[in-house]
């Protein structure tokens, strides 16, 4: 796998101009409702890769080396757990990095997971050159592998806040050449939806879904980065899914568990929510037929940015926080 060339991020380029629809099946009829699974349930197997270079895994390393045994082991539970590859960087960058990546995950036989991120806080502002430059090296360094892709999170609520409706469709457009680019290139791709919480308009968001290219994508997630349980999510995704021909949805649960056994007071979309704690392990085995995963789709310890004096800034592994977010699940 890293031996491919890459000469292959040219041949992606040339593919920027073709959208190839890729949408699979939609999940099946209404089935008996099982429960989900519980907070410490064991997790089902996955298939995605567990990455030994992760942040949590290298810390666990240090703290072990300096004698911080006990904080090791809490640390365990994140290290030991399929945690998403988050490129950044230029398209260069980006295609190198993922390329090594995927080549790690392919020499363990485990499935790739990619959260692509890069309309930031504004897509209504994004520039759609530099945005199909940036696909086409993720693009790139995906090659040929299968590979699941969680799409921009966030991004199609903050497109439809978009007070230019020019400028919102022009990010719903860059959303949907992204689902069919990537579709293309043999990804999974889930098209997240935001936070929906209660009382988020559903339909809203579906006709911004809709609009995004939710079509052609294989899903849709919820609930990425926030703390909304996994009971909760599910219900509300159910809803939405009604309202996008049934597409089937993935569960964000990294920070939603509720803390030494209680519920927490905290905003299901807060920033570095600070009595969050590890929900629902990473398993296919959800028990919901319309539920296809849940995920750690947000790596817990990761700062969302510096939402308080003294937060490190979005994207930088935090190990303290994460020591919290481990004690606290009570696992």
Same mark, same amino acid.
């Given at each position: 796998?890293?031996?491919?060339?890459?000469?292959?991020?040219?041949?992606?380029?040339?593919?920027?101009?073709?959208? +190839?629809?890729?949408?699979?099946?939609?999940?099946?009829?209404p089935?008996?409702?099982?429960?989900?699974?519980?907070?410490?349930?064991?997790?089902?197997?996955?298939?995605?890769?567990?990455?030994?270079?992760?942040?949590?895994?290298?810390?666990?390393?240090?703290?072990?080396?300096?004698?911080r045994?006990?904080?090791a082991?809490?640390?365990?539970?994140?290290?030991?757990?399929?945690l998403p590859?988050?490129?950044?960087?230029?398209?260069?960058?980006?295609?190198?990095?993922?390329?090594? @990546? +995927?080549?790690?995950? &392919?020499?363990?036989?485990?499935?790739?997971?990619?959260?692509?991120?890069?309309?930031?806080?504004?897509?209504?502002?994004?520039?759609?050159?530099? @945005?199909?430059?940036?696909l086409?090296?993720?693009?790139?360094?995906?090659?040929d592998? &299968?590979?699941?892709?969680v799409?921009?999170?966030?991004?199609?609520?903050?497109?439809?806040?978009?007070?230019?409706?020019?400028?919102?469709?022009?990010?719903y457009?860059?959303?949907?050449?992204?689902?069919?680019?990537?579709?293309?290139?043999g990804?999974?791709? @889930?098209?997240?939806?935001?936070?929906?919480?209660?009382?988020?308009?559903?339909?809203?968001?579906?006709a911004?879904?809709?609009?995004?290219?939710?079509?052609?994508?294989?899903?849709?997630?919820?609930n +990425?980065?926030?703390?909304?349980?996994?009971?909760?999510?599910?219900?509300?995704?159910?809803?939405?899914?009604?309202?996008?021909?049934?597409?089937?949805?993935?569960?964000?649960t990294?920070?939603?568990?509720?803390?030494?056994?209680?519920?927490?007071?905290?905003?299901?979309?807060?920033?570095?929510?600070?009595? &969050?704690?590890?929900?629902?392990?990473?398993?296919?085995?959800?028990?919901?037929?319309? +539920?296809?995963?849940?995920?750690?789709?947000? &790596? !817990?310890?990761?700062?969302?940015?510096?939402c308080? !004096?003294?937060? !490190?800034?979005?994207?930088?592994?935090?190990?303290?926080?994460?020591?919290?977010?481990?004690?606290?699940?009570?696992?």
């Open positions: 796998m890293r031996s491919r060339p890459r000469a292959a991020l040219v041949a992606v380029t040339a593919a920027l101009t073709v959208l +190839v629809a890729g949408g699979c099946a939609a999940s099946t009829g089935e008996p409702e099982p429960e989900l699974v519980s907070p410490g349930a064991t997790p089902g197997t996955t298939d995605f890769f567990v990455d030994p270079d992760s942040a949590a895994a290298a810390q666990v390393r240090e703290w072990s080396s300096a004698g045994t006990a904080d082991e809490q640390l365990r539970k994140i290290a030991e757990q399929p590859f988050r490129p950044v960087g230029d398209p260069d960058q980006i295609a190198g990095d993922v390329l090594e @990546y +995927v080549g790690r995950a &392919s020499d363990a036989r485990k499935r790739p997971l990619l959260v692509a991120s890069a309309l930031a806080d504004d897509p209504c502002a994004a520039d759609p050159d530099v @945005y199909h430059a940036w086409a090296g993720l693009v790139g360094g995906l090659g592998a &299968s590979s699941t892709v799409l921009e999170p966030g991004a199609v609520p903050r497109a439809l806040a978009c007070s230019d409706s020019a400028a919102r469709e022009r990010a457009g860059l959303l949907s050449d992204a689902v069919a680019i990537l579709g293309s290139a990804a999974t791709v @889930y098209l997240d939806a935001g936070p929906v919480e209660p009382g988020t308009d559903l339909d809203g968001l579906a911004g879904l809709r609009s995004s290219g939710i079509a052609d994508a294989h899903g849709f997630s919820v +990425v980065g926030g703390t909304q349980s996994t009971e909760e999510s599910t219900s509300v995704g159910s809803q939405l899914a009604d309202l996008v021909d049934g597409k089937p949805f993935v569960i964000d990294s920070r939603n568990g509720p803390a030494d056994g209680s519920t927490t007071e905290e905003s299901a979309s807060a920033c570095n929510p600070q009595q &969050s704690a590890l929900g629902n392990p990473p398993t296919t085995q959800t028990g919901d037929p319309r +539920v296809e995963a849940l995920l750690w789709i947000t &790596s !817990p310890g990761v700062s969302d940015g510096p308080r !004096p003294g937060d !490190p800034a979005e994207g930088e592994w935090w190990p303290e926080y994460a020591l919290g977010i481990a004690e606290r699940s009570g696992r």
